[in-house]
Antibody
Framework: QITLKESGPTLVKPTQTLTLTCTFSGFSLTTTGVGVGWIRQPPGKALEWLALIYWNDDKRLSPSLKSRLTITKDTSRNQVVLTMTNMDPVDTATYYC???????????WGQGTLVTVSS | QSALTQPASVSGSPGQSITISCTGTSSDVGGYNYVSWYQQHPGKAPKLMIFEVSNRPSGVSNRFSGSKSGNTASLTISGLQAEDEADYYCSSYTSSSTLYVVFGGGTKLTVL
């Protein structure tokens, strides 16, 4: 059974760096084809894809946020870490960790974690 | 503004069928058979309902079906039930710049 769970701060101040951790089980990020990504959703708004990391450490980042995003993996801990620098109130959103099925499809989602950016 | 265009809302009565459209371009919806649909109930994480245009994951009701014509994909829900009331999002793999996947703006389905 595949599960993913996000963890990190619920409140960050403007200009600070956000670090979110996705801890997963039921699969390995060393298996060919596997990918783990991040998607966010501002309150009342649509989903926005942020980043994806593959089993071979290949990475994809949203072009509009690329300069602010970093995604890394720790296969020994079954974790994927997303960092976003220079946080702004518009970055307030629920951040989801997701398992890639293939193509651009995500078949398993974490419960999400709401991050509020406010001074 | 989302990359894929969906109607903001649709509605239907129990037992009826509804269709939600998702319009993109030849760089996403029209160029690949990697269109997915997600259902999201309030306060919950999205749930995959359709992948690769028309495939249903195990456990998803066969009342949900997907299709594609040109740059527009569609999700059809037949035999509407109260539990189908939710937000629905389409997504597509894309070759636009280095973007990996784009989402639609979401459609609120109301079961009357």
């Amino acid at each position: 059974q595949i599960t993913l769970k996000e963890s990190g701060p619920t409140l960050v101040k403007p200009t600070q760096t956000l670090t979110l951790t996705c801890t997963f089980s039921g699969f390995s990020l060393t298996t060919t084809g596997v990918g783990v990504g991040w998607i966010r959703q501002p309150p009342g708004k649509a989903l926005e894809w942020l980043a994806l990391i593959y089993w071979n450490d290949d990475k994809r980042l949203s072009p509009s946020l690329k300069s602010r995003l970093t995604i890394t993996k720790d296969t020994s801990r079954n974790q994927v870490v997303l960092t976003m620098t220079n946080m702004d109130p518009v970055d307030t959103a629920t951040y989801y960790c997701v398992h890639r099925l293939g193509g651009g499809t995500f078949d398993y989602w974490g419960q999400g974690t709401l991050v509020t950016v406010s001074s | 503004q989302s990359a894929l265009t969906q109607p903001a809302s649709v509605s239907g009565s129990p037992g009826q069928s509804i269709t939600i459209s998702c319009t993109g371009t030849s760089s996403d919806v029209g160029g690949y058979n990697y269109v997915s649909w997600y259902q999201q109930h309030p306060g919950k994480a999205p749930k995959l309902m359709i992948f690769e245009v028309s495939n249903r994951p195990s456990g998803v009701s066969n009342r949900f079906s997907g299709s594609k014509s040109g740059n527009t994909a569609s999700l059809t829900i037949s035999g509407l039930q109260a539990e189908d009331e939710a937000d629905y999002y389409c997504s597509s793999y894309t070759s636009s710049s280095t973007l990996y996947v784009v989402f639609g703006g979401g459609t609120k389905l109301t079961v009357l």
